[in-house]
Protein backbone atom coordinates (compact mmCIF):
# COMPACT_ATOMS: atom_id res chain seq x y z
CA UNK A 1 0.00 0.00 0.00
CA UNK A 2 1.27 3.19 -1.20
CA UNK A 3 0.71 6.67 0.84
CA UNK A 4 0.79 10.45 0.54
CA UNK A 5 0.73 13.02 2.60
CA UNK A 6 -0.52 13.10 6.09
CA UNK A 7 -4.18 13.24 5.55
CA UNK A 8 -4.53 12.42 2.00
CA UNK A 9 -5.73 9.18 0.36
CA UNK A 10 -3.36 6.09 0.23
CA UNK A 11 -3.01 4.62 -2.86
CA UNK A 12 -2.73 1.01 -3.75
CA UNK A 13 0.45 0.75 -6.20
CA UNK A 14 -0.58 -2.63 -7.32
CA UNK A 15 -4.01 -1.73 -8.58
CA UNK A 16 -4.84 -2.78 -12.14
CA UNK A 17 -5.20 -0.46 -14.36
CA UNK A 18 -6.82 -0.47 -18.12
CA UNK A 19 -3.82 -1.06 -20.49
CA UNK A 20 -3.14 1.70 -23.43
CA UNK A 21 -1.36 -1.21 -25.42
CA UNK A 22 -4.87 -2.99 -25.66
CA UNK A 23 -6.06 -2.46 -29.05
CA UNK A 24 -9.43 -1.12 -27.70
CA UNK A 25 -7.52 1.64 -25.52
CA UNK A 26 -4.75 2.89 -27.39
CA UNK A 27 -7.81 4.17 -29.92
CA UNK A 28 -9.91 5.24 -27.63
CA UNK A 29 -6.65 7.83 -27.10
CA UNK A 30 -4.94 8.04 -30.01
CA UNK A 31 -7.57 7.50 -32.29
CA UNK A 32 -9.57 10.43 -31.42
CA UNK A 33 -9.11 13.58 -33.27
CA UNK A 34 -10.56 15.58 -30.11
CA UNK A 35 -7.06 14.57 -28.24
CA UNK A 36 -5.40 15.69 -31.09
CA UNK A 37 -2.66 17.21 -29.09
CA UNK A 38 -1.95 14.12 -27.52
CA UNK A 39 -1.39 12.32 -30.81
CA UNK A 40 0.72 15.09 -31.88
CA UNK A 41 2.86 14.51 -28.86
CA UNK A 42 2.93 11.47 -29.24
CA UNK A 43 4.06 11.06 -32.87
CA UNK A 44 6.45 14.20 -32.55
CA UNK A 45 8.37 12.38 -29.59
CA UNK A 46 8.16 8.66 -31.15
CA UNK A 47 9.88 10.15 -34.68
CA UNK A 48 12.13 12.93 -32.94
CA UNK A 49 10.50 15.35 -35.05
CA UNK A 50 9.87 19.01 -33.58
CA UNK A 51 6.51 19.64 -32.67
CA UNK A 52 6.25 22.44 -34.44
CA UNK A 53 6.38 20.75 -37.45
CA UNK A 54 2.68 18.66 -36.91
CA UNK A 55 -0.37 21.00 -37.41
CA UNK A 56 -3.36 19.27 -38.67
CA UNK A 57 -4.30 15.40 -37.49
CA UNK A 58 -6.52 13.54 -40.11
CA UNK A 59 -7.62 10.26 -38.86
CA UNK A 60 -8.97 8.16 -41.34
CA UNK A 61 -10.00 5.07 -39.67
CA UNK A 62 -11.38 5.97 -36.35
CA UNK A 63 -14.13 3.91 -35.92
CA UNK A 64 -14.32 0.20 -33.94
CA UNK A 65 -17.13 -1.49 -35.97
CA UNK A 66 -19.12 -3.87 -32.70
CA UNK A 67 -17.65 -6.70 -34.43
CA UNK A 68 -13.92 -6.24 -33.68
CA UNK A 69 -14.17 -7.02 -30.12
CA UNK A 70 -15.03 -10.68 -31.33
CA UNK A 71 -12.31 -11.00 -33.48
CA UNK A 72 -9.19 -12.99 -33.51
CA UNK A 73 -6.29 -12.38 -35.23
CA UNK A 74 -6.79 -8.68 -35.61
CA UNK A 75 -4.50 -5.76 -35.07
CA UNK A 76 -4.96 -2.40 -34.38
CA UNK A 77 -4.13 -0.23 -37.59
CA UNK A 78 -4.18 3.96 -36.86
CA UNK A 79 -3.82 5.98 -40.24
CA UNK A 80 -3.64 9.50 -39.88
CA UNK A 81 -2.28 12.20 -42.62
CA UNK A 82 0.09 15.25 -40.55
CA UNK A 83 1.06 17.87 -42.61
CA UNK A 84 1.57 16.18 -45.91
CA UNK A 85 2.99 13.11 -44.41
CA UNK A 86 1.15 10.01 -43.78
CA UNK A 87 1.49 8.06 -40.56
CA UNK A 88 0.41 4.84 -39.81
CA UNK A 89 0.63 3.27 -36.16
CA UNK A 90 -0.06 -0.38 -35.62
CA UNK A 91 -0.11 -2.16 -32.07
CA UNK A 92 0.80 -5.53 -32.11
CA UNK A 93 0.51 -7.60 -29.02
CA UNK A 94 0.95 -10.89 -30.06
CA UNK A 95 4.21 -12.16 -32.28
CA UNK A 96 3.48 -13.52 -35.85
CA UNK A 97 5.09 -15.02 -38.97
CA UNK A 98 6.92 -13.03 -41.77
CA UNK A 99 6.22 -10.11 -39.85
CA UNK A 100 8.44 -8.09 -41.34
CA UNK A 101 7.22 -8.66 -44.77
CA UNK A 102 3.68 -7.68 -43.83
CA UNK A 103 4.62 -4.47 -42.57
CA UNK A 104 6.92 -3.45 -45.90
CA UNK A 105 3.61 -4.71 -47.66
CA UNK A 106 1.87 -2.89 -45.69
CA UNK A 107 3.72 0.05 -46.31
CA UNK A 108 3.89 -0.33 -50.24
CA UNK A 109 0.45 -0.27 -50.14
CA UNK A 110 -0.15 2.49 -47.82
CA UNK A 111 2.44 4.60 -50.19
CA UNK A 112 0.94 4.09 -53.48
CA UNK A 113 -2.84 3.95 -52.71
CA UNK A 114 -1.91 7.76 -52.12
CA UNK A 115 -1.21 8.79 -55.59
CA UNK A 116 -4.42 9.55 -57.31
CA UNK A 117 -4.66 9.60 -60.84
CA UNK A 118 -3.25 12.09 -62.89
CA UNK A 119 -0.67 12.56 -60.56
CA UNK A 120 2.79 13.10 -60.60
CA UNK A 121 5.22 10.13 -58.57
CA UNK A 122 6.75 13.44 -56.87
CA UNK A 123 3.27 13.90 -55.66
CA UNK A 124 3.45 10.66 -53.51
CA UNK A 125 3.71 11.69 -49.51
CA UNK A 126 6.39 10.42 -47.15
CA UNK A 127 4.84 7.34 -45.83
CA UNK A 128 6.43 6.27 -42.37
CA UNK A 129 4.70 3.37 -40.78
CA UNK A 130 5.15 3.07 -36.60
CA UNK A 131 5.00 -0.46 -35.35
CA UNK A 132 4.54 -0.48 -31.88
CA UNK A 133 5.21 -4.67 -30.88
CA UNK A 134 4.86 -6.37 -27.40
CA UNK A 135 7.60 -8.87 -28.52
CA UNK A 136 11.21 -8.79 -29.69
CA UNK A 137 11.68 -9.10 -33.50
CA UNK A 138 15.10 -7.97 -33.94
CA UNK A 139 18.44 -9.54 -32.33
CA UNK A 140 19.57 -6.33 -30.20
CA UNK A 141 19.44 -4.45 -27.40
CA UNK A 142 17.82 -1.31 -28.92
CA UNK A 143 13.88 -1.06 -28.81
CA UNK A 144 13.83 1.52 -31.02
CA UNK A 145 14.69 0.19 -35.05
CA UNK A 146 14.16 2.84 -37.90
CA UNK A 147 14.77 1.48 -41.28
CA UNK A 148 15.43 3.36 -44.77
CA UNK A 149 16.07 2.44 -48.56
CA UNK A 150 19.77 3.77 -49.04
CA UNK A 151 22.98 2.78 -51.05
CA UNK A 152 24.66 -0.08 -49.50
CA UNK A 153 28.33 1.05 -49.57
CA UNK A 154 27.87 4.90 -49.57
CA UNK A 155 24.84 4.87 -47.26
CA UNK A 156 23.38 7.32 -49.53
CA UNK A 157 19.04 7.43 -48.76
CA UNK A 158 17.35 6.99 -52.02
CA UNK A 159 14.29 8.35 -51.10
CA UNK A 160 12.66 10.31 -47.71
CA UNK A 161 9.77 9.27 -48.12
CA UNK A 162 10.34 5.56 -46.77
CA UNK A 163 10.29 5.34 -43.14
CA UNK A 164 9.23 2.06 -40.92
CA UNK A 165 9.77 2.42 -37.28
CA UNK A 166 9.55 -0.94 -34.50
CA UNK A 167 9.46 -0.30 -31.14
CA UNK A 168 9.82 -2.88 -28.94
CA UNK A 169 7.96 -2.39 -25.66
CA UNK A 170 9.72 -6.16 -24.13
CA UNK A 171 13.20 -4.16 -24.32
CA UNK A 172 12.14 -0.38 -22.93
CA UNK A 173 12.79 -1.41 -19.36
CA UNK A 174 16.48 -2.20 -19.79
CA UNK A 175 16.92 1.73 -21.55
CA UNK A 176 19.23 4.28 -19.57
CA UNK A 177 18.91 6.60 -22.46
CA UNK A 178 15.59 8.09 -21.16
CA UNK A 179 14.52 9.78 -24.15
CA UNK A 180 11.41 12.04 -24.31
CA UNK A 181 9.68 8.81 -26.30
CA UNK A 182 10.80 6.50 -23.37
CA UNK A 183 8.00 8.51 -21.50
CA UNK A 184 5.43 6.95 -23.93
CA UNK A 185 6.37 3.49 -24.45
CA UNK A 186 6.22 2.87 -20.41
CA UNK A 187 2.87 4.40 -20.42
CA UNK A 188 1.94 1.83 -22.86
CA UNK A 189 3.55 -0.64 -20.91
CA UNK A 190 1.93 0.53 -17.86
CA UNK A 191 -0.10 -1.93 -16.06
CA UNK A 192 -0.59 -0.74 -12.42
CA UNK A 193 -1.40 2.43 -10.42
CA UNK A 194 1.93 2.43 -9.47
CA UNK A 195 3.54 2.31 -13.08
CA UNK A 196 1.42 5.64 -13.33
CA UNK A 197 2.67 7.15 -10.09
CA UNK A 198 6.45 6.63 -11.28
CA UNK A 199 6.18 7.62 -14.62
CA UNK A 200 4.32 10.62 -13.65
CA UNK A 201 6.33 11.80 -10.94
CA UNK A 202 9.51 11.66 -13.57
CA UNK A 203 7.99 12.96 -16.95
CA UNK A 204 8.32 16.59 -18.10
CA UNK A 205 5.14 15.91 -21.12
CA UNK A 206 2.00 17.37 -20.10
CA UNK A 207 0.33 15.08 -22.62
CA UNK A 208 2.22 11.70 -20.63
CA UNK A 209 -0.10 13.29 -17.58
CA UNK A 210 -2.80 14.32 -19.36
CA UNK A 211 -3.30 10.60 -20.57
CA UNK A 212 -2.21 9.36 -17.40
CA UNK A 213 -5.29 11.37 -16.45
CA UNK A 214 -7.60 9.87 -19.11
CA UNK A 215 -6.02 6.05 -18.46
CA UNK A 216 -7.28 6.57 -14.58
CA UNK A 217 -10.81 7.47 -15.51
CA UNK A 218 -10.84 4.17 -18.31
CA UNK A 219 -10.04 2.38 -15.38
CA UNK A 220 -12.92 3.26 -13.05
CA UNK A 221 -15.48 2.48 -15.67
CA UNK A 222 -16.69 -0.39 -15.59
CA UNK A 223 -18.10 -0.90 -18.93
CA UNK A 224 -15.10 -0.31 -20.32
CA UNK A 225 -13.93 -2.92 -17.55
CA UNK A 226 -15.83 -5.13 -18.92
CA UNK A 227 -15.00 -4.72 -23.04
CA UNK A 228 -11.10 -4.89 -21.63
CA UNK A 229 -11.67 -8.38 -20.19
CA UNK A 230 -13.52 -9.69 -23.09
CA UNK A 231 -11.13 -7.88 -25.45
CA UNK A 232 -7.99 -9.69 -23.24
CA UNK A 233 -9.92 -13.42 -23.37
CA UNK A 234 -10.56 -12.80 -27.29
CA UNK A 235 -6.50 -12.18 -27.99
CA UNK A 236 -5.52 -15.10 -25.01
CA UNK A 237 -7.50 -17.30 -26.91
CA UNK A 238 -5.57 -16.57 -29.95
CA UNK A 239 -2.22 -16.91 -28.60
CA UNK A 240 -3.55 -19.93 -27.01
CA UNK A 241 -4.85 -21.61 -30.57
CA UNK A 242 -1.62 -20.56 -32.73
CA UNK A 243 0.88 -21.68 -30.18
CA UNK A 244 -1.28 -24.83 -29.57
CA UNK A 245 -1.68 -25.53 -33.59
CA UNK A 246 2.42 -24.96 -33.76
CA UNK A 247 3.36 -27.74 -31.18
CA UNK A 248 0.79 -30.46 -32.41
CA UNK A 249 1.84 -29.92 -36.13
CA UNK A 250 -0.33 -30.62 -38.88
CA UNK A 251 -1.39 -34.49 -39.62
CA UNK A 252 -4.09 -35.07 -42.33
CA UNK A 253 -7.31 -36.48 -41.39
CA UNK A 254 -5.91 -37.12 -37.37
CA UNK A 255 -6.34 -34.14 -36.07
CA UNK A 256 -9.35 -31.64 -35.64
CA UNK A 257 -9.79 -27.82 -35.78
CA UNK A 258 -6.77 -27.43 -38.36
CA UNK A 259 -8.87 -26.44 -41.19
CA UNK A 260 -10.91 -24.07 -39.24
CA UNK A 261 -7.59 -22.62 -38.07
CA UNK A 262 -6.76 -22.64 -41.59
CA UNK A 263 -9.65 -21.15 -42.76
CA UNK A 264 -9.57 -18.10 -40.31
CA UNK A 265 -5.93 -17.52 -41.14
CA UNK A 266 -6.90 -16.98 -44.89
CA UNK A 267 -10.07 -14.96 -43.86
CA UNK A 268 -7.21 -12.54 -42.16
CA UNK A 269 -5.10 -12.35 -45.61
CA UNK A 270 -2.44 -14.85 -44.97
CA UNK A 271 -1.85 -16.35 -48.10
CA UNK A 272 -1.27 -20.28 -47.99
CA UNK A 273 2.84 -19.99 -48.52
CA UNK A 274 2.21 -18.36 -45.31
CA UNK A 275 0.45 -21.05 -43.51
CA UNK A 276 2.43 -23.86 -44.72
CA UNK A 277 5.71 -22.23 -43.33
CA UNK A 278 3.84 -21.56 -40.26
CA UNK A 279 2.52 -24.86 -39.80
CA UNK A 280 6.07 -26.20 -41.30
CA UNK A 281 4.13 -28.15 -43.97
CA UNK A 282 3.76 -27.91 -47.67
CA UNK A 283 1.49 -26.12 -49.51
CA UNK A 284 0.13 -29.00 -51.38
CA UNK A 285 -0.84 -30.70 -47.51
CA UNK A 286 -2.74 -27.23 -46.78
CA UNK A 287 -4.39 -27.27 -50.09
CA UNK A 288 -5.50 -31.29 -49.21
CA UNK A 289 -6.63 -30.25 -46.27
CA UNK A 290 -8.71 -27.46 -47.70
CA UNK A 291 -10.08 -29.81 -49.84
CA UNK A 292 -11.45 -32.02 -47.54
CA UNK A 293 -13.29 -29.94 -45.80
Not at 60 to 89: A, C, H, T, W
Not at 249 to 274: F, T, V
Amino acid sequence: MGKHEKGMISVNRETKIVKLKLDIIFKRIFGNEKNEDIIAAFVSDLLEIPRSSIGKIYINNVELVPEYLDQKFSRLDLKMEIDGRIVNIEMQINKEPFFNDRTLFYWAKIFSEELKNGEEYGELKQTICINIINFNQFDCADYHSCFKVMESNRHEVLSEKFAIHFFELKKIKNSSNHKRMEDWLNLINAETEGDLMDIQNTTAIPEVKKTIVMLRELSADEKVRQQVYYREKRLHDETTALNGARREGIAIGKEEGKADMIKLLIQQGRSIKEIAEFYRTTEDEINAILAQN
